[in-house]
């Protein structure tokens, strides 16, 4: 008989669908900084900024609903909110705003004295350059800020607590017991390892210990 779905199965509004493209407002924002009011580029970030909360308030509901001791509980939702929303708020607002406006700020200035193209062209060329820049820069700042917070913030969470959220992924634990006499194994329901750049994949993590079988579900921006 097959076993029914997991909560992992279900698509994450803030990871797996059209919402986690409101992360990128505020990159997209100050790739036009040069052709739209102020008040455009700071609206961007207020709805980058939105996402972020609003990612770190689902992340920590999704922890609070996982089975455990409750004196655990309010410790495992602090660290989830924490985690995602400093996560988020410096790999998907501030470092790639600040990347996005020095490349702009820096191409304008350079096209200005290395051309006499009409202001209209040097400024939509600096909007076009910007908007290239966003894909290439994603990774690299995701990878940074993982290191940072591994290094810093990571280190003070109880260690009970650490596998709970990796490289800006949500991760989600539950507990099953293990057939009696099952070897251990590993399964990859989706084909992925534990490669924090992997989108999407869970796997089966099925212990030593007596009785439990821990299933780790990952789900990424």
């Keep these: 008989m097959s076993e029914p779905p997991s909560r992992g199965a279900e698509r994450d509004?803030?990871?797996?669908?059209?919402?986690?493209?409101?992360?990128?407002?505020?990159?997209?924002?100050?790739?036009?900084?040069?052709?739209?009011?102020?008040?455009?580029?700071?609206?961007?970030y207020g709805v980058a900024s939105s996402y972020v909360l609003a990612d770190a308030i689902d992340k920590g509901k999704?922890?609070?609903?996982?089975?455990?001791?409750?004196?655990?509980?309010?410790?495992r939702v602090t660290?989830?909110?924490?985690?995602?929303?400093?996560?988020?708020?410096?790999?998907?607002v501030a470092i790639p705003g600040f990347t996005i406006n020095?490349?702009?700020?820096?191409?304008?200035?350079?096209?200005?004295?290395?051309?006499?193209?009409?202001?209209?062209?040097?400024?939509?060329?600096?909007t076009a350059l910007g908007l290239l820049v966003i894909p290439i820069i994603i990774h690299p700042i995701d990878r940074s800020v993982d290191?940072?917070?591994?290094?810093?913030?990571?280190?003070l969470y109880p260690s009970v607590e650490k596998p709970w959220h990796l490289s800006g992924l949500e991760l989600d634990i539950t507990e099953r017991?293990?057939?009696?006499?099952a070897a251990a194994t590993v399964h990859h329901s989706q084909g992925r390892d534990l490669n924090p750049s992997a989108s999407t994949g869970s796997m089966i993590l099925s212990?030593?210990?007596?009785?439990?079988?821990?299933?780790?579900?990952?789900?990424?921006?």
């Design 13 to 44: 509004l803030f990871r797996d669908t059209w919402v986690r493209y409101l992360g990128y407002a505020n990159e997209v924002g100050e790739a036009f900084r040069s052709l739209v009011p102020a008040a455009v580029v700071w609206l961007s």
């Design 177 to 181: 017991p293990r057939p009696q006499g």
């Design 62 to 75: 999704k922890a609070g609903k996982v089975p455990s001791p409750e004196a655990g509980r309010s410790t």
């Design 147 to 155: 290191f940072l917070l591994d290094s810093s913030l990571r280190k």
């Design 102 to 126: 020095r490349v702009c700020a820096a191409s304008l200035y350079v096209l200005g004295t290395a051309t006499r193209w009409p202001l209209a062209v040097r400024k939509w060329t600096t």
């Design 79 to 92: 660290v989830a909110v924490v985690d995602t929303f400093v996560w988020q708020a410096l790999a998907s």
């Design 207 to 221: 212990g030593s210990g007596p009785g439990w079988a821990r299933l780790c579900l990952f789900s990424g921006k």
